[in-house]
């Protein structure tokens, strides 16, 4: 199978993925394959897993699945954090490995070597900046004036006590039981940052998100044109084959750089849609 054809078949199944995730539960698609393949991706595997553990080691097995589980999912801790880095780290070594070597070529320059590793180094810092950030959690003080700024509408919102910060809760806050406090403004739980998305922290969870997704199509871009320039190098580009349809002989493979442009373009359209936005310290999400 051609290269080619490969990246088309992971961008083709990412976006299958990202759709089921995102319509399976419309009232249009129930009883289809479509809510089929979303109940298995999200529900089916952990039933599985489940039954598995309590086949293999019984009812304290499954015990201790739901204790990791609480654990990993619905305490503060580091684990995503360390994944995070592990991550980074390992993806940066291999491109130390096997990309930087290839460079200079005909269409990467070395200079890459140093802003790729700016590149990192300013994603890392990002995830620093933002794991660290306050999210802004009500306090005794600061309750008053955020319920007046955030007043409880009786629909969404209804007026709420919290009964472990014994505070009256502003409208859009929340009690988050892994941080242990209401938020103010409250969008999320991060697992990756360890830390909650709220009103002082938004705009950091924002620049972390698109410093990666620029980190991500830099390294493809830079990736993709190292392995093109050394390929070149090697004659890769010059083989042809006979076309019996065209009657005339064919490059066996071309550069694909319209692909390469067609993801830079899309990454730069999504910044752009939420850019400002995030200069007002907004979520820019339609919900
Ligand atoms: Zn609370
Ligand atoms: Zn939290």
């Given amino acids: 199978m051609y290269f080619v054809n490969l990246v088309y078949l992971y961008f083709g199944l990412t976006a299958l993925l990202v759709f089921v995730l995102l319509f399976g539960d419309a009232p249009a698609f129930q009883r289809t394959p479509v809510s089929y393949v979303k109940w298995l991706v999200t529900e089916a595997w952990l039933l599985a897993l489940e039954r598995v553990v309590e086949t293999m080691f ?85 309750a008053a004036l955020y319920l007046a700024a955030y007043p409880p509408d009786g629909l969404l919102f209804p007026p709420k006590h919290c009964s472990t910060c014994d505070l009256m809760r502003p409208g859009r806050s929340k009690h988050c039981n892994a941080c242990g406090s209401c938020i103010i403004r409250f969008d999320h739980h991060c697992g990756w940052l360890n830390n909650c998305i709220g009103l002082n922290n938004s705009r950091h969870f924002l620049a972390f998100l698109f410093g990666n997704l620029l980190l991500c199509c830099y390294a493809c871009w830079a990736a993709a044109a190292a392995t093109a320039g050394s390929l070149q190098q090697r004659g890769f580009f010059d083989v042809y084959v006979y076309d019996p349809v065209l009657k005339d002989r064919v490059a066996l493979y071309t550069r694909p750089a319209w692909f390469l442009e067609a993801a830079v373009t899309g990454g730069g359209a999504i910044a752009a849609y939420c850019i400002v936005p995030a200069c007002r310290n907004v979520i820019p999400w339609p919900f």
């Fill in 58 to 142: 019984g009812e304290r097995g499954l015990r201790m699945l739901d204790s990791a589980t609480e654990c990993c999912c619905e305490s503060s801790n580091p684990m995503l954090q360390i994944a995070y880095l592990s991550i980074v780290s390992v993806g940066y070594g291999l491109t130390w490995q096997f990309v930087f070597k290839l460079l200079p070529n005909a269409y990467a320059a070395e200079y890459h070597i140093y802003t790729g590793t700016a590149a990192v180094c300013g994603a890392v810092g990002l995830f620093l900046w933002a794991s660290m950030s306050d999210p802004g959690r009500l306090t005794p003080e600061s």
